[in-house]
């Protein structure tokens, strides 16, 4: 299996528009963070798309992107959907649609917010293709080729979101990028991991967010062999903030890739 961080940054990005802290005006690479999304691929090329940024398109281009086999959406805010019109070119590339999966409730704001993508027309090139895929709600497994996806309740402030754990044979890794609470029953799944990520949005405490201490404490419960930080603002310097991390625990950057064996 194959992780790849497309983007690591929160809702605004960072650098953030009109600021100058030394974060935002940082001349280090990995502190430039587009909007958290991630990249799976199985051993035979199986590719899953976790959400879809605004920046798909530049995070595409950047890691050479070119095959998705399935996306998977934790749940309908713009910073995690509103790329979906670039997967048009995806279209292109594989000649026929993307399926999508999500929550009832998260596909129909896709439905609404790309209406254009399912009105009755000639297929072309200037709308997506889009298969909607909602499933059931009680945690059964997408299944993507070799790869084995399934869909775990979060709390996202007063929102019933989603995360993923991605299965291919062994190979165990989950990743939540918005949440600021994981109920038992998603714990439970949570055992013997090769890779938990999880948001750590900034020091202070956040209503929809782990902080960083509050991200920290959670995965040390969860106990994973590697333990990663996402969705990141810009009051966390790369640098600053991994020398500050207990042993097994990363800060990634966009681009970042993680290859379990």
């Given at each position: 299996m194959r992780l790849t961080f497309l983007g690591t940054g929160t809702s605004h990005g960072v650098p953030a528009i009109g600021c100058d802290c030394t974060v935002c005006r940082s001349e280090n690479p990995r502190n430039r963070r587009t909007r958290s999304s991630l990249y799976v691929q199985s051993e035979t090329g199986t590719a899953v798309l976790v959400d879809v940024t605004?920046?798909?398109?530049?995070?595409?281009?950047?890691?050479?992107?070119?095959?998705?086999?399935?996306?998977?959406?934790?749940?309908?805010?713009?910073?995690?959907?509103?790329?979906?019109?670039?997967?048009?070119?995806?279209?292109?590339?594989?000649?026929?649609?993307?399926?999508?999966?999500?929550?009832?409730?998260?596909?129909?704001?896709?439905?609404?917010?790309?209406?254009?993508?399912f009105e009755p027309g000639p297929p072309g090139p200037t709308c997506p293709a889009l298969e909607l895929c909602p499933w059931d709600g009680n945690g059964s497994a997408i299944e993507v080729g070799d790869l084995r996806v399934v869909p775990l309740p979060c709390q996202h402030g007063p929102f019933s979101i989603h995360g993923f754990l991605f299965e291919e044979g062994p190979r165990r890794a989950a990743y939540f990028p918005d949440c600021n609470g994981l109920p038992d029953t998603t714990l439970r799944e949570l055992h013997d991991l090769d890779v938990m990520i999880l948001d750590g949005l900034r020091p202070q405490p956040h209503p929809t967010h782990f902080s960083l201490s509050e991200s920290l404490e959670m995965l040390a419960r969860i106990g994973a062999r590697r333990s990663f930080i996402t969705h990141i603002c810009h009051l966390l310097e790369h640098e600053a903030t991994?020398?500050?991390?207990?042993?097994?625990?990363?800060?990634?950057?966009?681009?970042?890739?993680?290859?379990?064996?």
């Open positions: 605004p920046e798909f398109r530049i995070q595409a281009i950047a890691t050479e992107l070119r095959r998705v086999d399935a996306v998977v959406l934790t749940h309908a805010h713009a910073d995690h959907i509103m790329g979906i019109d670039d997967l048009r070119r995806i279209n292109e590339i594989q000649n026929g649609p993307v399926p999508i999966h999500g929550s009832p409730e998260t596909l129909a704001v896709v439905r609404r917010a790309f209406a254009y993508a991994q020398a500050a991390l207990p042993e097994g625990c990363f800060v990634p950057w966009d681009g970042c890739v993680l290859v379990l064996p």
